[in-house]
Nanobody, 123 residues
Framework: QVQLVESGGGLVQAGGSRRLSCAAS????????MGWIRQAPGKEREFVAA????????YYADSVKGRFTISRDNAKNTVYLQMNSLKPEDTAVYYC????????????????WGQGTQVTVSS
């Protein structure tokens, strides 16, 4: 089992920045693909970003490419999402996700989920 706890959400003005963190505990952190998925009010869950086990490969949804950066620190069992140039349409609950496979990238079908952290971008 893997337990995930997100932090860093909150209210930010359009054009601003925010960094989300996700602390993992349980099974060996470094063996998993890590990612972020978000869900806006009234919308389906949407893949945001993912990072490979070593951190050498990263993947982004087109909607956030060039604005968001995912990274991980295996020594701290933590994955980050740096969000810049935020837009009102980025408002959503952001979930940290983990899966043993890289095949889940670009999907919303991941094995382990955090509780989510709310990010609200005001115009």
């Amino acid at each position: 089992q893997v337990q995930l706890v997100e932090s860093g959400g909150g209210l930010v003005q359009a054009g601003g920045s925010r960094r989300l963190s996700c602390a993992a505990s349980g099974r060996t952190f470094s063996i998993y693909t890590m990612g972020w998925i978000r869900q806006a009010p009234g919308k389906e869950r949407e893949f945001v970003a993912a990072i490979s086990r070593s951190g050498g490969s990263t993947y982004y949804a087109d909607s956030v490419k060039g604005r968001f950066t995912i990274s991980r620190d295996n020594a701290k069992n933590t994955v980050y999402l740096q969000m810049n140039s935020l837009k009102p349409e980025d408002t959503a609950v952001y979930y940290c996700v983990v899966d043993p496979s890289l095949r889940v990238v670009f999907t919303t079908i991941w094995e382990y989920w955090g509780q989510g952290t709310q990010v609200t971008v005001s115009s």
